[in-house]
């Protein structure tokens, strides 16, 4: 019991550890505005690497064919839905129920 413990800790401190640390350093530092621009796109462009390669790769090789890829066909579903109402939750929600319909029907 004692080794979860000292897991659950350790998971904590090195998850805290990144987050702390650049506030501790960067809070008491005039940062350019260039930078800051800069960093805003960070957290898109992370998830946007992520949703593509889970999007596009099927069975460990790039693939654009909707009869073998059955990712595409909910993934376009979701991009519509978002770019006209630009939502999360109804993003999220067509995304769940179009992979879920795909994944039961093939």
């Known amino acids: 019991m004692n080794n979860v413990w000292g897991l659950i800790l350790g998971m904590a401190v090195v998850t805290y550890i990144p987050r702390f640390l650049p506030m501790l350093l960067l809070s008491k530092k005039e940062i350019s505005p260039s930078f800051s621009r800069w960093m805003t796109y960070i957290p898109v462009s992370i998830f946007a690497a992520l949703v593509a390669s889970d999007i596009f ?3 460990g090789s790039f693939n ?4 073998i890829n059955i990712k595409l ?4 579903a979701v991009f519509l ?4 109402t630009k939502s999360l939750l109804w993003s999220m929600v067509v995304g769940i129920g179009g992979i879920t319909v795909v994944w039961f029907l093939f």
């Not at 654009?64 to 009869?67: C, E, G, K, S």
């Not at 066909?73 to 376009?76: H, W």
């Open 81 to 84: 839905i978002a770019y006209k």
């Open 64 to 67: 654009l064919q909707p009869t």
């Open 73 to 76: 066909i909910p993934s376009i």
């Open 57 to 59: 790769f099927w069975d």
